[in-house]
């Protein structure tokens, strides 16, 4: 192989990648917008009122007055019956703090601390809530905020719907990148007889195939890229759980453009192909456990098992987000191999580099 015709063929296809704004729009725009409206609809808040759980052990007039000068107008004070029930509550993002009064807390610099318990992103916030509300108490009895120490312990929270959209979103792209930037372009190609003319030249059909496969993987880097940047806001990632995202990325990268090569080769027609685009695209988003979670339904789940991108965004899940996946993640690796040789063996029974060879064959069946 040459790697000089192999850069050549990826220069060309990145051109006529920016001639095609449809599958620019879907590959690239449709995704990052739809990570950026999530990302930021989990960061700005429509009602600027932050909840605080308050957990009181000890039923005094003291805690009490305490929970009041903790409430303002932006503060909410929501009371639990215990620490567990709040922390809980605070795992969920159902409160923005916790404020835990220990049993024998009194509002002096002996004794129990005041706990305070947040969020890594959120734990400034509640220690200016505090820090205003020790003032308030004290200052007006002549003494400093000091005299109600308190202690700050800081939780990894999490936000179950983005938790589970946004690993989605990152399959969606690579769906959209392996159906409408391989099946579509290659469609419209061999009507063309571009690929016919191609092969007249000293390039082989592996320097094609390696071409477009490499192309891809480099434009599903920098889609990925582009979406956990988006996502940095809300999910922190280790360099580990990066490497181990990129590496199923890859993996998934190369079963859905297999899967593109399948689908141009069973379609008899740019027309048909188009229709079978358009059905797998819907059909992998509605039921491939992209945006629905199938646990609870065994309808769901049933369908979710033969949609191969369901797999991809079950891996992203339990690596991005840190959840409890569908299958185990080597399950998750297995099936998304599985697919990727049945869609390579269809394509490489079905797939023609030029229509009208395909028109001959049949006429000869």
Known sequence: MSRSRILALMQSQFIEMRRDFGAMFLTF???LFFVVILTGSALVRSNPTFDFGFVDQTKSAEAQQFADALASQNIAIKTYSDEATLRSALTRRDVTAAVILPEGWTPTATG??????ADTTTAGLAETVV???RAKIKLGQGETADAIPFEMTTV???NAEFNFIYPGMLALALVQMGLFMTATPILKARERGTLRYILLT???TRELVVSQVLFR???ASVQLTLLLAAGAFIITLSPSAWLATFGISILGTIMLVSIGY???GIARSTESGMALIMIANFAMLFGGNVFWNPEGSAVLTAVARIMPVSYLADAYRQIIS???GLWPIWQDIAMMLGFTLLALLIANRTFTFDMRSRDVQAQRA
Do not use: D, K, M, Y
Request: glycine content about 8%.
């Open 131 to 133: 820090n205003a509300a």
């Open 29 to 31: 725009l449709f995704p």
């Open 322 to 324: 840190g959840a409890q």
């Open 202 to 204: 000293p390039t082989t």
């Open 262 to 264: 399948a689908l141009a």
């Open 156 to 158: 990894e929270g999490s």
């Open 112 to 117: 129990p601390r005041v706990r305070v318990v």
């Open 217 to 219: 993987v480099l434009i």
